[in-house]
C-alpha cells in the first residue's frame, strides 16, 4: 500500500500513472544558485523501465481520454490551475530557492501558469478547436456526384513534454505544452529538468490529484527525472509517444528531432531553441529618444539575468550621432547594473564563456559591477561594425544571459543586408517615428520571412498569453515554424484532420454531426455557421 503524500510535501519521486515512484538512477539534488547550497531532498533518475511503464499507462489511457467531452476536459484543465494555486507559498518558496528567481516573478509565473491553462479551459468550451466542416453530398452534380464528406480534427496520442530550466512553472510541468496537448485530448508524459526538480514534483502532484478528482483515465499524466542522452531520449524512441514539445537549447532540441525521425515511425518534435531576437533602430526615431531606448533597453536586457528567450541580444542601426545618444545611455545603465544570480552553475558558465568568445571579436561597450556571489551574472554590452558582424559566425551566436552586441551599419541598405543574414528568431522589433515609416515598410517585408513576432515601438522580454501571439520562428528558433507554444492556436500542434466520407449518420462524432448538437461553428459547403 501507499503511503498517503501530503500535496506540499516534496518526497524526491516520480509520478507515474499517479503512483509515487522512486528512481534508481544517479540521485540529483535542486541547487540554490544564489547561495550555491545543495536543496534536500534528492531525486533519483528514473531509468528505461520508468519510461516503459509511464509511456503504457499514457497508451491505456489515451482512448478512455481523449473519448471524454470538451466540458470534462476543461474542467479537469481549471482543476489544475486550482490546484497549483491551492499551493501558495510553498510551491513560490520551493521555486525562488530552485531559481534564484525573485518572489515577484515567481508569483507571476504561477498566475500565468494558471491562467494558460483557464484560457485552453476556454478554448475547448468555444469548440473551434474541432475544425469542423461539413461539404455536403451532391448526388445530383454533374459530370460527377460530390460525396458527403465531413472533416474534425483528433489527438495524435501520448505527448512528451520536455521542461525548460528558466520557467520553473510557465514553460514547464504544467506549461503551455501540457496543457494544450491535455486540452487536445493527449495524455502527457513530463520529464521534469534538473533545475527544479522539487517544484517539478509539487506541479506534478497538482496535475495527478486533479486527474483522481475529475476522474480521468490515471495514465493521463506522468512525470518523470532523467538524463536527456538517456531517459529523453528514450521517452521520445518510445513508439507509444507521437509528438514531442520541447523548450531549451539549440543542441538538445535538434537531437531530440534527429530522435524523432529515426523512427520506425517519425513524430513531430516542437522545439523551441535559440534566438537573438534582433532590435532595429531607425533613424529619426534614434535622433528623437536615442538615449530613452537606450536606457530601456538595458531594463529588458537585464531582466531576470537576461534568462528570457526573448532577450534582446542583438541592436542593429545606421551609425551616426543618434546611435552614439543610445550608446551611451546604454553604457552607463549597464555600468550600474548589479549582478544577479543565473538559474544554474552550468547556465552561468556557460554565460561566461560566451561573453569571453565576444571579447575576442567585438569591442567591450560596458559591463556591469562585479561580485564574489556565486552564480551571477554580470551584464556585458559589445559593439561591432556591420561587415565583421556578417563574416562573424561568433558574433551571431546567442549567449543565455544579459548580454547583447550592437551593430553599427553604413546605411539603411546594410540594415536590411543584416537582417537579411540572420537566423530565424522568435521576435524582431523596430522602433521608429513617423518619418521612419517608409523605412520599416521595406524592413518589414524582410523581417516577417525572419521571425515569428515582429513588434514594434516596445521590447521583446514580455510574451502575452492569448489568442494572437506567436511564440515560434523559423529554425532554429522552432524546429517548425508554422507552430506557437503560447497561446491558444498551441493547440493545433497535437490534433490531426480526420474526414469521414459518407459515414452513416448514427456513426459520425458530434462535431460533424447532422443538427449540430455542440452548436459549434463549422464550415458548411464552405461558408462559417453555427447551423
Known amino acids: 500500500m501507499t503511503a498517503t503524500v501530503n500535496r506540499t510535501d516534496v518526497t524526491g519521486q516520480m509520478i507515474i500513472a499517479g503512483k509515487p515512484v522512486r528512481g534508481s538512477g544517479p ?87 494558471s491562467g494558460q491553462l ?5 478554448v475547448l468550451r468555444d469548440g473551434g478547436w474541432n475544425g469542423a466542416r461539413i461539404d455536403p453530398a451532391q448526388p445530383d452534380r454533374s459530370p460527377l456526384p460530390r460525396a458527403d464528406i465531413r472533416q474534425r480534427k ?45 517544484t517539478s514534483e509539487l506541479v506534478g502532484r497538482a496535475i ?24 529523453g531520449t528514450a521517452l521520445v ?20 528531432v534527429a ?59 545606421v551609425d551616426g550621432p543618434g546611435l552614439a545618444a543610445f550608446v551611451s545611455a546604454a553604457n552607463a545603465a549597464v555600468a550600474e547594473t548589479v549582478p544577479t544570480p543565473m538559474l544554474t552553475p552550468v547556465i552561468a558558465g556557460s554565460y561566461a564563456d560566451g561573453v569571453a568568445a565576444l571579447e575576442g571579436v567585438a569591442t567591450v561597450e560596458a559591463r556591469g559591477a562585479e561580485s564574489d556571489a556565486p552564480n551571477s551574472c554580470r551584464a556585458a554590452l559589445f559593439s561591432s561594425d556591420a561587415d565583421t558582424f556578417l563574416g562573424s559566425d561568433v558574433l551571431q551566436q546567442e549567449v543565455f544571459g544579459a548580454s547583447s552586441l550592437v551593430v553599427k551599419c553604413r546605411d539603411a541598405e546594410q540594415v536590411r543586408a543584416v537582417a537579411a543574414r540572420l537566423e530565424g528568431q522568435l521576435t524582431a522589433t523596430v522602433h521608429a517615428d513617423e518619418e521612419d515609416l517608409d523605412e520599416a515598410g521595406h524592413l518589414l517585408s524582410v523581417l516577417e520571412l525572419k521571425a515569428g513576432r515582429i513588434l514594434f515601438d516596445g521590447w521583446p522580454t514580455g510574451v502575452e498569453v492569448g489568442h494572437a501571439m506567436v511564440h515560434g520562428g523559423p529554425y532554429p528558433a522552432t524546429s517548425d515554424s508554422r507552430t506557437t507554444s503560447v497561446g491558444s492556436l498551441a493547440i493545433e500542434r497535437f490534433l490531426r484532420p480526420v474526414a469521414y466520407q459518407d459515414v452513416p449518420p448514427s456513426l459520425l462524432p458530434t462535431a460533424v454531426a447532422d443538427g449540430n448538437p455542440e452548436q459549434l461553428w463549422r464550415r458548411i459547403d464552405g461558408r462559417l455557421t453555427q447551423d
Open 208 to 231: 495527478a490529484d486533479a486527474v483522481a478528482s475529475t476522474g480521468m483515465p490515471a495514465g493521463t499524466f506522468s512525470l518523470l527525472y532523467g538524463a536527456g542522452p538517456e531517459l
Open 27 to 113: 540521485t540529483i539534488h535542486g541547487i540554490n544558485p544564489a547561495a550555491g547550497e545543495r536543496l534536500e531532498p534528492g531525486f533519483a533518475h528514473g531509468t528505461e523501465p520508468d519510461v516503459e511503464a509511464a509511456c503504457a499507462a499514457a497508451d491505456e489511457a489515451f482512448a478512455p481520454y481523449r473519448a471524454t467531452s470538451s466540458e470534462d476536459r476543461a474542467r479537469f484543465l481549471e482543476a489544475i490551475a486550482d490546484n497549483i494555486e491551492a499551493l501558495g507559498d510553498t510551491l513560490v518558496a520551493r521555486a525562488c530557492a530552485e531559481s534564484g528567481l525573485p518572489q515577484g516573478r515567481i508569483t507571476g509565473e504561477v498566475g500565468r501558469t
Open 259 to 317: 530522435a524523432a525521425a529515426g523512427r520506425p515511425e517519425p513524430i513531430p518534435v516542437y522545439a523551441e531553441m535559440s534566438s537573438i531576437n534582433p532590435v532595429f533602430l531607425l533613424e529619426s526615431a534614434l535622433a528623437t529618444r536615442g538615449a530613452d531606448l537606450g536606457r530601456a533597453f538595458v531594463a529588458s536586457l537585464t531582466l531576470g539575468s537576461g534568462q528570457f528567450c526573448t532577450n534582446p541580444g542583438l541592436v542593429i542601426a
Open 154 to 198: 483528433i489527438p495524435l496520442g501520448p505527448v512528451a513534454v520536455f521542461g525548460a530550466s528558466n520557467f520553473p512553472l510557465a514553460f514547464s510541468v504544467a506549461g503551455g505544452d501540457t496543457a494544450s496537448a491535455l486540452a487536445a485530448g493527449c495524455p502527457v508524459v513530463v520529464k521534469a529538468h534538473d533545475a527544479h526538480p522539487g
Open 237 to 256: 524512441k518510445d513508439s507509444r509517444i507521437k509528438a514531442v514539445g520541447f523548450t531549451g537549447s539549440r543542441s538538445g532540441g535538434t537531437a531530440l
Open 118 to 122: 483557464r484560457l485552453f479551459a476556454g
